[in-house]
């Protein structure tokens, strides 16, 4: 059982998927409409948390001096979010950093930024999640500065987004069982 949402949450909240229900392309409503389908064979809801700009401060350096192993400090909200994502349900990063797999001097760039990505999450003493290489299509949140499902910006309230991926999570549990 969830604590109840204040008249001032629903109504952010509402206006928060109405904005992502703007913005999902039909490819999208697709996905949706497979993970419905199989709903039932996910154990726990799977939500996806981006790293650059979401958990971590990214600026662009330009390709010539980019290194996709090299991750900027963690956001002050960050272990914040981590934590109350966990107690939701299985979490995993995703980035786009493994687009750059030709800018990563060794054959599995994937395995060379997933070591990474955990050094990084132990040195600032956040949340031991793991790194996935391809988004399972059926998350029940993508949580991230760029996403339809969960959008994070620079002004971020955590319980807002709690109160989003909570919902979501409510709504899977009702659908699987």
Avoid at 58 to 74: K, S
Wanted: aromatic residues 8%; contains cysteine.
């Amino acid at each position: 059982m969830t604590d109840p949402l204040t008249e001032a949450e629903l109504s952010q909240l509402g206006r928060l998927l109405a904005k992502a229900r703007q913005v999902a392309s039909p490819s999208r409503t697709h996905q949706e409409a497979r993970y419905h389908a199989d709903a039932r064979t996910v154990l726990q809801p799977l939500i996806y948390v981006d790293l650059d700009n979401t958990l971590a401060k990214f600026d662009w350096p330009g390709i010539e001096n980019y290194d996709p192993l090299v991750i900027g400090p963690p956001l002050p909200h960050a272990r914040q979010l981590l934590e109350q994502l966990c107690k939701l349900g299985t979490v995993r990063i995703h980035t786009v950093r493994l687009s750059f797999k030709s800018l990563m001097p060794t054959q599995s760039p994937y395995l060379k930024l997933k070591e990474a990505v955990q050094a990084w999450l132990q040195k600032h003493d956040l949340p031991l999640v793991e790194l996935e290489e391809f988004p399972h299509p059926f998350c029940v949140a993508y949580v991230g500065n760029d996403a339809i499902s969960v959008p994070v910006n620079y002004d971020v309230d955590v319980p807002l987004i709690i109160a989003a991926v909570k919902h979501k999570c409510n709504r899977y549990s009702e659908e699987a069982t």
